[in-house]
């Protein structure tokens, strides 16, 4: 995404050379091009630094059976509603990133995950 996201914004760079920007936004790992594109750090860099983050998160995902995943069409209360209702289960759920209406990701242990997910989908998920 990162790698895909700066060659284009290279090619754009071709065709207006004169092209400037303020400022630049992005999510999750669009913020490492946005960064990138405005001057934080060099294109290698930015590629690098994605690199190692994807290192961090394997790493951690080998101690601890750990996941993701995505609950889409619920509002943000209706998540956390039901990550706390795993979680007096003693289910470790928890909401970890809202993406944008409708769409947030949960975390967790894959098996609590794996418990829940026809719990998000009988609320209307």
């Known amino acids: 995404i990162v790698l895909n996201s700066l060659m284009a914004y290279s090619v754009l760079l071709e065709k207006k050379p004169d092209l400037s920007s303020k400022f630049a936004l992005g999510h999750s790992l669009g913020e490492f091009s946005a960064l ?3 001057g934080a750090f060099d294109f290698l860099e930015a590629l690098s630094l994605v690199n190692k983050r994807g290192l961090f998160m394997q790493e ?3 101690k601890v059976e750990a996941g993701m995943m ?4 619920l509002d943000d209360e209706k998540v956390e509603e039901l990550c706390q209702k795993a979680q007096k289960e003693n289910k470790q759920i928890f909401a970890a990133n809202y993406n944008c209406d409708g769409q947030i990701v949960v975390a967790g242990l894959k098996p609590d995950l794996a418990s829940y997910e026809s719990v998000f989908k009988e609320a209307g998920a």
């Open 36 to 38: 990138a594109v405005n």
């Open 60 to 62: 951690d995902c080998v």
């Open 70 to 73: 995505v609950v889409l069409g």
